[in-house]
């Protein structure tokens, strides 16, 4: 399913309810540097959200932004929860044991970080100070989870 200048096109039955409608998320990079508090705020209220990596998949669409930043490393959604001493996302997603991609992981941290990228191939993750001013790369687009029986109808400013 497809919209196309705010409208459905295809054959749905526009009453009909659906558990998600989702659309292909893709990324932005923006080229202003801001630390990570203010490079969150900017992507929730412009965009949507900051960049998260649950997989390769994911991993690869975040590089590509990150290889025209202007900054040696580039936010991502990356947060350290210290209360619980884990790394999480942004969106509220712990750090996948399966994909993790840090540079070095046994590198000691205190609790004022959050990860970024290098734009280095093969890309890593490392742990900065959160008062570091990089560029950063948001999400814009639907979130599956977030969007729950709506209809398949709507225009794409609804969605939002």
């Not at 991993?59 to 209360?83: H, K, S």
């Not at 790394?87 to 712990?94: A, C, E, I, P, R």
Request: proline fraction near 2%; charged fraction near 20%; include cysteine.
């Amino acid at each position: 399913m497809k919209i196309h200048n705010d409208t459905l096109q295809s054959g749905s039955d526009c009453s009909a309810l659906h558990p998600f409608i989702c659309f292909d998320d893709h990324m932005v990079l923006v080229q202003e540097q801001k630390t990570f508090e203010e490079a969150l705020i900017h992507c929730r209220t412009h965009h949507g959200e900051f960049a998260t990596i649950t997989n390769q998949h994911q991993q690869r669409m975040v590089q590509e932004p990150v290889n025209q930043a202007q900054t040696d490393y580039t936010w991502i959604g990356l947060a350290y929860a210290c209360f619980f001493e884990q790394w999480m996302w942004v969106n509220g997603d712990w750090v996948s044991a399966q994909h993790q991609n840090w540079e070095n992981p046994k590198v000691l941290h205190g609790c004022d970080v959050a990860g970024a990228m290098t734009k280095e191939e093969p890309s890593k993750w490392f742990k900065l100070s959160l008062g570091k001013r990089l560029n950063f790369v948001c999400t814009v687009g639907c979130s599956c989870r977030r969007r729950k029986h709506v209809r398949s109808c709507l225009g794409a400013d609804a969605l939002r």
